[in-house]
């Protein structure tokens, strides 16, 4: 099967038997615990979709992400509008985030990447050295020949404990990559697949 059609496959089963929920987008249908799986041979990029892409937006906020940063006022000195709705003052309110400056989007992805569950003072804190770097970890993993092959090579955004002081629960809740045959294989698992 091409990578494609996971996705597209994807795509039919959530239209097809996805149950109708009232999510914070409004209506969404919902399907649970799905998985795809991709090679990253030839430098190729896991990127599918039905919908235009915004290359640039997209690979800023991924640089931010690998950054550990969670300042969204990064992003938008590049143009980059996607988290605004989520730092705004009256979001961050709504989550009980009052203390957070507006653009302060709490230990997010990046954070949780980077300085896995050091405790978060604000965006603008160095947490150089604090925590556990879970990127760092498995990139000294992968590039080890007698470490590669760990089946324990995850990266998680899901930290129970600091789950209420992030402006959003992730999404994308973690990487988990695997040598086979000296081919990376990531796999990417979602919290729910909707639409």
């Given at each position: 099967m091409?990578?494609?059609?996971q996705y597209l496959d994807l795509v039919r089963r959530i239209l097809d038997t996805g149950s109708l929920e009232q999510g914070r987008n409004g209506n969404v249908y919902s399907v649970f615990g799905n998985?795809?799986?991709f090679s990253l041979?030839?430098?190729t990029i896991p990127l599918l979709t039905t919908k235009k892409i915004a290359w640039k937006t997209c690979f800023h906020e991924l640089m931010w992400?690998?950054?550990g940063k969670t300042d969204n006022h990064i992003l938008q000195q590049k143009g980059v509008h996607i988290w605004d709705a989520n730092a705004s003052r009256e979001f961050l309110d709504?989550?009980?985030l009052k203390d957070n400056a507006e653009g302060d989007l709490g230990p997010i992805y990046g954070q949780q990447w980077r300085h896995w569950n050091t405790p978060y003072k604000n965006c603008q804190t160095d947490y150089s050295g604090c925590g556990i770097d879970q990127l760092k970890y498995v990139i000294e993993q992968l590039s080890n020949p007698e470490t590669r092959t760990n089946r324990r090579l995850i990266v998680s955004a899901w930290n129970p404990e600091q789950l209420d002081i992030m402006a959003l629960p992730p999404c994308h809740i973690l990487?988990?990559?695997n040598v086979h045959e000296e081919n990376i294989c990531p796999v990417l698992c979602i919290n729910e697949a909707e639409m």
């Amino acid at each position: 099967m091409h990578e494609e059609q996971q996705y597209l496959d994807l795509v039919r089963r959530i239209l097809d038997t996805g149950s109708l929920e009232q999510g914070r987008n409004g209506n969404v249908y919902s399907v649970f615990g799905n998985m795809m799986r991709f090679s990253l041979q030839e430098g190729t990029i896991p990127l599918l979709t039905t919908k235009k892409i915004a290359w640039k937006t997209c690979f800023h906020e991924l640089m931010w992400f690998l950054a550990g940063k969670t300042d969204n006022h990064i992003l938008q000195q590049k143009g980059v509008h996607i988290w605004d709705a989520n730092a705004s003052r009256e979001f961050l309110d709504s989550r009980s985030l009052k203390d957070n400056a507006e653009g302060d989007l709490g230990p997010i992805y990046g954070q949780q990447w980077r300085h896995w569950n050091t405790p978060y003072k604000n965006c603008q804190t160095d947490y150089s050295g604090c925590g556990i770097d879970q990127l760092k970890y498995v990139i000294e993993q992968l590039s080890n020949p007698e470490t590669r092959t760990n089946r324990r090579l995850i990266v998680s955004a899901w930290n129970p404990e600091q789950l209420d002081i992030m402006a959003l629960p992730p999404c994308h809740i973690l990487m988990q990559f695997n040598v086979h045959e000296e081919n990376i294989c990531p796999v990417l698992c979602i919290n729910e697949a909707e639409m």
